[in-house]
């Protein structure tokens, strides 16, 4: 008799998940609290315009065609590798950077301010490829049943590598680069993962080989959401029901087992398995009220920052800007020491602006631009009144109408803005923090909320704040994971 599963969320980990196990023969229906499925991988429509709500562009697009492979099928959306990877500008000079996988393009522009940076960029990125290959496979793409075998598999790495574990990302760094634009350049990829580079471990430096060498920085034709329309197509065509507006709100245990998961209109849902794509520490709080991951605990963990993201569309095109665009200011060590307690800050923030519609021209209509920015912000715990949006957004369009020298203000022909308040209450997230928990030493691998339940033998999970951790390739890697825990049990 074929297993029933439920998985509880339909963000790209749920779904990769979900679609792993039907092509098993698994029995599968998906619950998503949100009226679309995505998750924080999600779009809005709105006045002609099309914006992608999270994720701009992916990493490790080898992991998605392996993800094909075992679901044997064709990657359902295509998807193109970005040159430049993106353009960085800072708020102290006109000079625009692009950030070319071609070391030698990327280093011309450095050769003023840099001496030697062919030469060190080279060994930067010798020492990310060692960490990548030594660690990747061995602690990030594994299961571990115990915190001793976490700390067994860790003794296998090559100990040359233990001193970065005792560095912070800018330290590692700064150790080959001297200028401030290069240090600063080289170490944005750590708010990639939803913290600062001096408080991200120097192991994540291996994240820029994956930019500059391994596989780089890839856009989705026609918007990232097509990942999830792709997925979803997928699991229609194998029956899979997906029931949206259906949140998750209590349980029944029976016999030391999760029986069933009761919804908002007090529906009860069943599964001979349980898969939880929702914020895995979140959902053991507020649902399975573990007291371990009760608010006030949950506070005192480390968590990744928050987002005030803006869509905005435009009745122009802006010709001065890329496709990927960073701005910083010009006091980025006081930017990102404070950022996530000092709210005074982001009326001159740091922040990012894709521009979807510049490769997507059905993204916005004829002559116009789709424009999504993403500031990191604090989150709820430090910042929970957010009734100024509206004063911090309009200096992140004037800032940006200064450096592109054209202000777009009276362009803008929709408007539409989160704060942490909206992406805690549209997906679940504690105190409205973006990518989960963060990456601390102690809050990755075995220290991280493991992907099976620790009382019910029925319930799994997958997502950001499980196995391996936040972002779409790490997803993708913790469905398979999922997937192999549910498969070991399903056997017994």
Request: aromatic share 14%.
């Amino acid at each position: 008799m074929e297993k029933t599963v439920l998985v509880v969320g339909a963000g790209i980990g749920g779904l990769a998940t979900a679609l792993r196990l039907v092509k098993k023969g698994y029995k599968v229906q998906i619950i998503e609290k949100h009226k679309q499925a995505g998750g924080r991988l999600n779009q809005i429509k709105k006045d002609g315009f099309t914006f992608d709500t999270g994720p701009s562009f992916f990493s490790m697009s080898f992991e998605f065609e392996e993800f094909a492979r075992d679901c044997s099928i064709k990657l359902p959306f295509e998807y193109v590798e970005l040159d430049p990877l993106y353009s960085v500008n800072f708020g102290n000079s006109p000079k625009t950077f692009f950030l070319y996988k071609d070391m030698a393009k990327l280093s011309e522009q450095f050769k003023d301010i840099e001496p030697d940076f062919d030469i060190k960029i080279d060994k930067y990125l010798k020492k990310c490829g060692e960490l990548f290959h030594d660690t990747v496979d061995l602690v990030i793409k594994q299961n571990f049943d115990s915190m001793l075998d976490y700390i067994l598999t860790l003794m296998r790495v090559n100990p040359k590598h233990l001193p970065v574990l005792f560095r912070k990302f800018n330290e590692q760094v700064n150790r080959y680069f001297t200028s401030s634009e290069a240090r600063q350049i080289v170490s944005l990829v750590a708010f990639f993962l939803g913290r600062t580079p001096f408080d991200t471990s120097a192991v994540y430096s291996l994240l820029s080989y994956t930019e500059f060498k391994h596989d780089g920085y890839y856009n989705v034709s026609g918007g990232m959401y097509k990942i999830v329309e792709g997925i979803v197509a997928e699991l229609l065509k194998e029956n899979v029901t997906i029931t949206y507006n259906t949140e998750i709100m209590d349980f029944v245990e029976k016999n030391g087992k999760l029986e069933s998961l009761t919804d908002q209109n007090q529906k009860k849902w069943t599964a001979d398995i349980i898969v939880v794509n929702a914020d895995a520490a979140v959902f053991r709080g507020k649902v399975l009220k573990r007291k371990a991951f009760s608010v006030e605990q949950l506070d005192k963990k480390e968590w990744t920052m928050g987002y005030l993201t803006m869509y905005l569309g435009v009745n122009c095109k802006l010709p001065e800007t890329n496709h990927h665009n960073y701005f910083l200011g010009s006091n980025f060590d006081e930017y990102a020491g404070d950022i996530y307690k000092n709210p005074d800050k982001l009326q001159k923030p740091y922040y990012y602006v894709n521009v979807l519609s510049k490769h997507n021209l059905d993204c916005a209509p004829e002559g116009c631009e789709s424009l999504f920015f993403v500031c990191p912000v604090p989150d709820l715990r430090y910042k929970p009144n957010w009734d100024d949006k509206d004063e911090i957004t309009d200096s992140i369009i004037e800032d940006f109408s200064k450096r592109i020298g054209r202000d777009i203000k009276p362009a803008i022909i929709s408007k539409t803005v989160y704060t942490p308040v909206d992406w805690q209450q549209q997906f679940n997230l504690h105190r409205g923090s973006g990518l989960g928990l963060s990456h601390s030493m102690l809050q990755i691998g075995a220290f991280r909320p493991q992907n099976f339940d620790e009382n019910y033998k029925n319930v799994f999970y997958v997502g950001a704040s499980t196995v391996p951790g936040a972002g779409l390739p790490m997803a993708i890697i913790s469905s398979k994971l999922a997937f192999e825990r549910v498969e070991k049990f399903a056997k017994k």
